[in-house]
């Protein structure tokens, strides 16, 4: 009789461990902002320039399955505009001015959905979405595609986006009394360190 049940026993927790194994573990991480960077880069009628930004905040919600992942649930992630820099004061007064910071204090992404997930490993997976941009106060739906990376307790998103500042009603800053006018378009470089 002991046997028995010492074998149903045995038999029970096996199956609670092949279960536990593969259900989906919804994990929430944020943003460590000293292990990231984000960088806008742009041109000029003089010379390119770049913006790096220096305080990241944010938060991603993911399902894991056997240490990989399988869902993205939520993603928030702000830049404070005024953290901004490219190492000329002058510029980045121009580049404050003209995202209005005084009212707006962060440029913001928050995920509306994810269109494709395509996991290449275990560890490494190409994430195609959509989501809102908030820049000076406007709005705007945006495809964002990137990389995501998942080592342990860090996941790593990597990728760029092109956008037109004018899209956002910002007007390019200019500098010189207008002699030094900037591009319409930037590239947005990042790759944001998302921690437990």
Same mark, same amino acid.
């Given at each position: 009789m002991n046997t028995k049940k010492n074998l149903w026993l045995v038999i029970g927790s096996f199956l609670v461990m092949v279960f536990s194994a593969?259900?989906?573990?919804? +994990?929430?991480?944020? %943003?460590?902002?000293?292990? &990231?960077? @984000?960088k806008v880069e742009g041109t000029s009628n003089i010379h390119d320039?770049? @913006?790096?930004?220096?305080?990241? +905040? !944010?938060?991603?919600?993911?399902q894991m399955e056997d240490g990989q992942l399988v869902k993205l649930d939520q993603l928030q992630f702000a830049v404070v505009a005024e953290s @901004?820099?490219? =190492?000329?004061? !002058?510029m980045d007064k121009n580049t404050y001015k003209a995202l209005d910071t005084d009212k707006h204090r962060r440029?913001?992404?928050? @995920? &509306?959905? %994810?269109?494709?997930?395509?996991?290449?490993s275990k560890t490494s997976c190409k994430v195609t979405t959509n989501g809102v941009l908030t820049i000076a106060g406007t709005k705007k739906n945006v495809e964002l595609i990137f990389d995501a990376k998942v080592a =342990?307790?860090?996941?790593t998103l990597s990728g760029d986006?092109?956008?037109?500042?004018?899209?956002?009603?910002?007007?390019?800053p200019t500098?010189?009394?207008?002699?030094?006018?900037? !591009?319409?378009?930037?590239?947005?470089?990042f790759q944001t360190v998302f921690t437990k």
């Open positions: 593969n259900t989906m573990v919804g +994990q929430t991480f944020n %943003v460590n902002s000293g292990a &990231s960077s @984000l320039w770049e @913006l790096s930004a220096k305080e990241l +905040q !944010g938060s991603i919600k993911v @901004l820099k490219s =190492g000329k004061g !002058g440029i913001t992404y928050e @995920l &509306s959905s %994810v269109k494709n997930l395509d996991c290449t =342990g307790d860090k996941i986006k092109k956008i037109k500042m004018t899209d956002f009603k910002v007007d390019p500098a010189m009394f207008g002699t030094i006018t900037t !591009g319409d378009e930037v590239n947005i470089k």
